[in-house]
């Protein structure tokens, strides 16, 4: 099991803020919106720094999202900024409408996603948001895992031409991505080669996975860890040649298993390859107060409910 | 500049014209929304072929162009009609509205890459949003060109409007017109029975835009000289806002006023009933 050393741990939402200075000082075509969350998104030094190219919007996402559409007209690149559940479940036919079917180069950019939002309750935690927005057509769906990522990814997208959702969060995390690795849009990053088991990660969940591969490791099984940050489009050919070498899967997220990363892999597999998959996921439920790692603990998205996983998914190997 | 400029005889020509498309086109697939489409008829000439700095070789960004947006997307026959007569596409392209493979879908989109379109709409409530975030651009890009909007009367019951309106006031948008088709039906019936709206203009006036009032739309002796006010009006910090009175299903006498043609096709017979009353000026398509 490969070592993965971090200096620091930091959260992916300065990922994001880092991301989006970066883009003013090099994309005059960004500008950016937010409906009363800057300090939340972490976009105080971009609107410092182009104050005319930030746009408050106050507590109105339906409004911002319909703006955003209206500022791809005329060539600006938006960037909107609120939790993840008000990006989406709120206005979903706005983004479906304005955005994905009229195909504006809208960037939704929701922070506080999943469980680890913590103690607000399940009013702000959303777990069905990946389902949502993956099942837009022509909408791209990104989950980076830590700070680096997140800024990397941030400034990917502003290269891609369409619309995109991106998810980040709030907690704390091992900062581990190397700072100058450039974010591929559709491409699973291969974090650690093994021959038992697949796991395949989303966003938090990636370091979980990297805690449970060291577990696995003792226990004598080598597990191969890929990061998918995309989930849509899905690096299909990556998953398929892990799993060929594996013979089965675990996927990890934190998101209901109904419409998350686990059912678009199931849905690859199923058609290509039939394989054993168990995942680690929110159990069609909602979520609740509590720190975010009582939460992920209760909730059964950590480091052991991964190692249960792959030795469920190990023992149904043929 | 507007590349007609018409005179009203003009105007009026293209309007009865407009017409006669709109209710051939919903006749012809027995389905879409002629009554609106019927009622917006002098507005949507009049923006195309007098008040609009507006190019027919489209395209997306319409840079140093007045850009119209319909947020009310189920009166498309009334645009789709308007955008062929001006130019952007072969008026033979009518006869596909609502077909398969047409690019002239039940609601305007951008999806099927039809000219003059530059945003999907038909879930309600979302223009005003999308005209405003792309008046705002126009400023960003020093483009002093305006932007238009037109939303339904029963539209206003979409929450999304009012929260677009608050935000032009609060940023001061002021090359945005908004018109508002104030018809007082809507597909339940009539707009006071279904969900009054209210003082509109008291409305508007205290979400901070200047109010224009339109006693007749469908008169282009009233229209046009309340489009050149509300122009005159934009550059002074203020969002413009036309409360315009239509009639339903103008023009064809058996559907006017009524909410009952909102989104009902004529018959065989009521087609040769409406046509009579409404001139072939441009050559039907």
């Known amino acids: 099991?490969?070592?993965?050393?971090?200096?620091?741990?930091?959260?992916?939402?300065?990922?994001?803020?880092?991301?989006?200075?970066?883009?003013?000082?090099?994309?005059?075509?960004?500008?950016?919106?937010?409906?009363?969350?800057?300090?939340?998104?972490?976009?105080?030094?971009?609107?410092?720094?182009?104050?005319?190219r930030f746009f408050q919007v106050g507590i109105a996402e339906a409004n911002m999202i319909g703006l955003a559409a209206g500022m791809t007209i005329g060539g600006k690149i938006p960037f909107t900024g609120t939790?993840?559940?008000?990006?989406?479940?709120?206005?979903?036919?706005?983004?479906?409408?304005?955005?994905?079917?009229?195909?504006?180069?809208?960037?939704?950019?929701?922070?506080?996603?999943?469980?680890?939002?913590?103690?607000?309750?399940?009013?702000?935690?959303?777990?069905?948001?990946?389902?949502?927005?993956?099942m837009l057509p022509h909408m791209t769906v990104i989950n980076p895992c830590?700070?680096?990522?997140?800024?990397?990814?941030?400034?990917?997208?502003?290269?891609?031409e369409g619309p995109v959702y991106l998810r980040f969060g709030r907690p704390v995390v091992p900062n581990f991505?190397?700072?100058?690795?450039?974010?591929?849009?559709?491409?699973?990053?291969?974090?650690?080669?093994?021959?038992?088991?697949?796991?395949?990660?989303?966003?938090?969940?990636?370091?979980?996975?990297?805690?449970?591969?060291?577990?696995?490791?003792?226990?004598?099984?080598?597990?191969?860890?890929?990061?998918?940050?995309?989930?849509?489009?899905?690096?299909?050919?990556a998953i398929l040649a892990s799993v060929r070498k594996t013979g089965c899967v675990v996927t990890a997220e934190e998101?209901?298993?109904?419409?998350?990363?686990?059912?678009?892999?199931?849905?690859?597999?199923?058609?290509?390859?039939?394989?054993?998959?168990?995942?680690?996921?929110?159990?069609?439920?909602?979520?609740e107060s509590g720190t975010p790692d009582q939460l992920m603990e209760k909730y059964g998205l950590n480091e052991t409910s991964i190692v249960d996983a792959v030795k469920r998914a190990i023992s149904r190997k043929k | 500049m507007n590349p007609f400029n018409y005179e009203t005889e003009q105007l009026l020509d293209v309007a009865h014209q407009v017409r006669r498309d709109i209710v051939r086109m919903v006749h012809a697939v027995n389905s879409g929304h002629p009554g609106g489409s019927l009622g917006c008829t002098e507005l949507l000439v009049a923006l195309y072929f007098k008040q609009m700095t507006h190019n027919p070789e489209f395209n997306m960004n319409g840079e140093g162009e007045d850009l119209f947006f319909l947020s009310n997307g189920h009166i498309s026959p009334v645009w789709y009609s308007v955008l062929a007569r001006a130019g952007y596409f072969d008026p033979k392209e009518l006869s596909t509205f609502r077909k398969l493979d047409s690019r002239l879908q039940g609601h305007p989109t951008t999806h099927e890459g039809l000219p003059g379109i530059r945003i999907a709409s038909g879930s309600l409530g979302q223009g005003p949003s999308v005209a405003i975030g792309a008046?705002?651009?126009?400023?960003?890009?020093?483009?002093?060109?305006?932007?238009?909007?037109?939303?339904?009367?029963?539209?206003?019951?979409?929450?999304?409007?009012?929260?677009?309106?608050m935000y032009a006031a609060h940023h001061k948008v002021d090359n945005i017109i908004w018109a508002v088709d104030y018809n007082g039906q809507q597909i339940d019936g009539p707009v006071d029975a279904v969900m009054s709206l209210g003082n509109l203009r008291l409305k508007f006036e205290s979400f901070g835009w200047k109010v224009l009032h339109c006693e007749n739309g469908n008169d282009f002796a009233q229209l046009l000289p309340t489009l050149e006010e509300a122009k005159s009006l934009t550059g002074q910090g203020l969002?413009?806002?036309?409360?315009?009175?239509?009639?339903?299903?103008?023009?064809?006498?058996?559907?006017m006023g009524s909410h009952k043609w909102h989104g009902v096709a004529p018959n065989d017979a009521q087609l040769e009933q409406a046509l009579v009353q409404l001139k072939e000026t441009l050559n039907d398509y």
């Open chain 1, 255 to 287: 998101h209901n298993y109904l419409g998350g990363l686990g059912e678009s892999v199931a849905r690859v597999l199923a058609q290509e390859l039939p394989t054993p998959q168990e995942f680690v996921a929110v159990n069609d439920t909602f979520g």
């Open chain 1, 146 to 160: 830590d700070f680096n990522q997140t800024k990397a990814a941030t400034i990917a997208i502003a290269e891609y």
């Open chain 1, 177 to 237: 991505t190397p700072a100058d690795q450039k974010f591929e849009i559709g491409k699973a990053l291969m974090l650690n080669e093994g021959k038992d088991v697949t796991i395949l990660a989303t966003g938090h969940l990636v370091w979980k996975a990297i805690l449970a591969g060291k577990i696995l490791a003792e226990q004598g099984i080598d597990a191969e860890i890929i990061n998918i940050h995309t989930i849509k489009p899905l690096d299909s050919e």
């Open chain 1, 83 to 134: 939790f993840a559940n008000f990006s989406t479940g709120r206005v979903y036919d706005q983004i479906r409408q304005s955005v994905a079917y009229s195909g504006k180069n809208v960037k939704i950019c929701a922070s506080h996603a999943g469980l680890t939002l913590g103690e607000d309750g399940a009013t702000h935690q959303i777990l069905e948001d990946i389902g949502m927005m993956k």
């Open chain 2, 239 to 255: 969002p413009v806002v036309i409360l315009m009175n239509t009639q339903m299903g103008f023009g064809v006498d058996f559907m």
């Open chain 1, 1 to 52: 099991m490969k070592d993965f050393p971090y200096s620091e741990s930091k959260d992916t939402r300065s990922g994001f803020g880092a991301g989006l200075l970066e883009l003013g000082r090099t994309n005059p075509n960004v500008v950016a919106l937010c409906a009363d969350l800057v300090g939340s998104l972490k976009m105080g030094d971009f609107i410092k720094e182009f104050p005319e």
């Open chain 2, 135 to 165: 008046a705002q651009v126009k400023k960003l890009n020093n483009d002093d060109k305006l932007v238009y909007v037109l939303t339904g009367d029963g539209e206003l019951e979409e929450g999304q409007v009012w929260e677009a309106a």
